[in-house]
């Protein structure tokens, strides 16, 4: 069975501070991971996707295929970082994505 | 260019009714997916269409179905509407291939049964 679990719905941290927000999926195959971000009154947009390894607006996020986990992660908060973030998985040439429930991440000044 | 459009943004019902959700997706995208997103179970797969023809479809009933026009133009039709029916739509599109190539979501239509 495909299945994200994001274990923190809630999470507050300071402006400056690094962010780590948590994704475990479960997934018998060669997963496509995805984070998805909704800011406030904004759609759902792509944040980053493993597949890219890349960096956007200073998250990474590492597939960590042994512990079945891709964190996303910034060092430093940002106020404009404050947003409902979704972990995403697919199977490759699958036409669906599965979601986790999601994290509300607040950045406080 | 423009994003992917859903209309209307706003719909009210009553139980018993039935209701028809539209999406016009990226220009030259041609695969159009649905989901379904609650405060109690998220967002959950409803089907996705590619050139008028649906590939995949998720765990929910009959009453709910959709269909793809030639210009890859969506609909969903939910019929026998049931309170636990309110909930915001999203449509998304891409180009083509696989999930794992991302998709582009619209703002969604938020359906409230009453």
């Known amino acids: 069975a495909q299945r994200v679990t994001q274990p923190e719905k809630l999470l507050s941290v300071f402006k400056g501070a690094p962010v780590e927000l948590k994704c475990n999926y479960s997934?018998?195959?060669?997963?496509?991971l995805f984070w998805y971000v909704q800011y406030s009154r904004q759609r759902l947009q792509l944040l980053l996707r493993?597949?890219s390894r890349e960096s956007i607006k200073g998250f990474t996020a590492d597939l960590n295929k042994g512990e079945t986990s891709f964190h996303l992660k910034k060092p430093f908060a940002q106020e404009e970082d404050s947003a409902m973030y979704y972990c995403?998985?697919?199977?490759?040439?699958?036409?669906?994505?599965?979601f986790g429930q999601g994290t509300r991440l607040t950045i406080n000044p | 260019k423009a994003g992917v459009t859903q209309t209307p943004r706003y719909l009210i019902k009553t139980r018993g009714q039935q209701v028809t959700l539209s999406c016009s997706p990226i220009?030259?995208?041609?695969?159009v997916s649905w989901y379904q997103q609650t405060p109690g179970q998220g967002l959950q797969f409803l089907f996705e269409?590619?050139?008028?023809?649906?590939?995949n479809k998720g765990n929910f009933p009959g009453r709910f179905s959709g269909r793809q026009f030639s210009n890859s133009r969506s609909e969903m039709n939910v019929s026998t509407l049931e309170l636990g029916d309110s909930a915001l739509y999203l449509c998304?599109?891409?180009?083509?291939?696989?999930?794992?190539?991302?998709?582009?979501f619209g703002s969604g239509t938020r359906l409230t049964v009453v």
């Open positions: 997934y018998s195959g060669s997963p496509e």
């Open positions: 998304a599109s891409k180009l083509t291939g696989g999930a794992e190539y991302g998709y582009t």
């Open positions: 493993h597949i």
């Open positions: 269409y590619f050139s008028e023809t649906q590939r």
């Open positions: 995403a998985l697919s199977g490759r040439g699958a036409q669906k994505l599965v």
């Open positions: 220009s030259g995208h041609r695969s």
